[in-house]
Nanobody, 117 residues
Framework: VQLQASGGGLVQAGGSLRLSCATS????????MAWYRQAPGKQRELVAS??????????NYADSVKGRFTISRDIAKNAVVLQMNSLKPEDTAVYYC?????????WGKGTLVTVSS
């Protein structure tokens, strides 16, 4: 089981980035998947999640990103995508994707997003 986030980088405030979580060893549609982020000196926090298709594929967002970020699945690539628009400096963090299964959390390596003002 592997998860690898990519797509981070440096962007100006107001810009957009698209993060992708590549996976292997499991089918993302059968799992709840989520994006978290951790800013320097802060705790890791939930950004967005999407439930399994059997649970309706419901999405959930942190208040701070509602209306700006969108989580979705790229079924063809068995990946999970986080489209981030209208980025703000406070969105600067390392972003991680997570799989929830069997009562456990499986984390991938993160990707750094830096938003300049």
């Amino acid at each position: 089981v592997q998860l690898q986030a990519s797509g981070g980088g440096l962007v100006q405030a107001g810009g957009s980035l698209r993060l992708s979580c590549a996976t292997s060893g499991f089918i993302t549609t059968l799992n709840t998947m989520a994006w978290y982020r951790q800013a320097p000196g802060k705790q890791r926090e939930l950004v967005a999640s999407i439930s399994s298709v059997t649970e309706g594929g419901r999405t959930n967002y942190a208040d701070s990103v509602k209306g700006r970020f969108t989580i979705s699945r790229d079924i063809a690539k068995n990946a999970v995508v986080l489209q981030m628009n209208s980025l703000k400096p406070e969105d600067t963090a390392v972003y991680y994707c997570k799989r929830e299964a069997y009562g456990m959390d499986f984390w991938g390596k993160g990707t750094l997003v830096t938003v300049s003002s």
